[in-house]
């Protein structure tokens, strides 16, 4: 049993280079959710989406976009990266109405 | 503004201690909260969920209380062991925005033998 699964574990960007980062999940959870954490600011969420097809900004979204491929898989894509986007990056998933997330390893992410 | 806040200095004690770590939020009117553990490098891990109508939840060696009129949780780990050690999180969720949980920056926990 998996969990929640994201690749790439680490990447280093260039500024305004693109890149996705990916995460799926087996346990055909509805909710799924991106969130970025720092030294200092804790885990603030960027994008969720609470169903498949639909997808809805949290406190952070400047910068990002997501794509709620199907019922598993949640990317978050950044389409021109900048320094202040190096981060760790977290994906979570919760079956609705349950509300305890479950998190993936994290995507450590710098932008050069 | 929905604020949580965790005490951001890190919690050193003994093995064998009891660990407090205190949670405390406002313009919040939480259903429940949430205690999760994040070591180095991993993503955070749920531990404990207590309600608005429970005083105390219980599990092995951790305790959690709840008090809405102060607004606060405690989270107690009894008889501290050196595995112990990690970052706890503790979250409430955040209205109409699909079950996502709001997060404090963590207390982290230094159990030394």
């Known amino acids: 049993n998996a969990g929640v699964t994201q690749t790439p574990k680490f990447q280093v960007l260039k500024t305004g280079q693109s890149m996705t980062l990916q995460c799926a999940q087996d346990m055909n959870h509805n909710s799924m959710y991106w969130y970025r954490q720092d030294p200092g600011m804790g885990l603030r969420l960027i994008y969720y989406s609470a169903s498949e097809g639909t997808t809805d900004k949290g406190e952070v979204p400047n910068g990002y976009n997501v794509s709620r491929l199907n019922k598993r898989e949640f990317s978050l894509r950044l389409e021109s990266a900048a320094p202040s986007q190096t981060s760790v990056y977290f994906c979570?998933?919760?079956?609705?109405?349950?509300?305890?997330?479950?998190f993936g390893a994290g995507s450590r992410l710098t932008v050069l | 503004s929905q604020k949580i806040e965790q005490n951001s200095e890190a919690l050193n004690i003994q093995e064998g201690k009891t660990a407090t770590l205190t949670c405390n939020y406002t313009n919040y009117s939480p259903a429940y909260l949430q205690w999760y553990r994040q070591d180095p490098g991993r993503g955070p891990v749920f531990l404990l969920l207590i309600r608005e109508n429970e005083k105390e939840k219980r599990k092995e060696r951790l305790k959690v209380t709840f008090d809405t009129t102060l607004k606060q949780s405690l989270f107690h780990i009894t008889a501290s062991q050196p595995a112990d050690s990690a970052t706890y999180l503790c979250a409430l969720d955040i209205a109409n925005s699909g079950y996502a949980l709001n997060f404090g920056k963590g207390t982290s926990l230094l159990v030394t033998p």
């Open positions: 979570a998933s919760t079956i609705s109405g349950a509300n305890v997330l479950t």
